[in-house]
C-alpha cells in the first residue's frame, strides 16, 4: 500500500509487505517488509527491512560526512543488528 501523496522517486525500490502512509517521500533506497507511517521522508542509500518507522521520521543517508559513525535513539528493550 501507498498512500495519497506519497512520492516514490527513481532509483526506489519497493518490495512486498511493504505499507508507506500518506505524505511520504521516499527517494534512492530499498524498503522491505516495512512499515513507514505518514510524513516521513526517506533519503537513505542502503535498504530497510523489517522496520517501523513513525510519523513525519526523517532517515537520511550521511555519506561524504567525516568522521564515520553511527547515532541512535533507542528505546527501552531496544535491539540494534548492524
Do not use: M, Q, W
Amino acid at each position: 500500500i501507498i498512500g495519497k501523496n506519497t512520492v516514490v522517486c527513481e532509483g526506489t525500490y519497493i518490495g512486498p509487505y511493504t505499507s508507506i502512509g500518506d505524505n511520504c517521500k521516499i527517494e534512492n533506497c530499498e524498503i522491505e517488509s516495512s512499515i513507514i507511517l505518514a510524513g516521513t521522508e526517506i533519503e537513505f542509500n542502503d535498504r530497510i527491512v523489517d522496520s517501523l518507522i513513525g510519523k513525519d521520521s526523517k532517515i537520511f543517508s550521511s555519506n561524504n560526512r567525516l568522521p564515520k559513525g553511527h547515532k541512535f535513539t533507542l528505546g527501552e528493550n531496544s535491539e540494534v543488528e548492524i
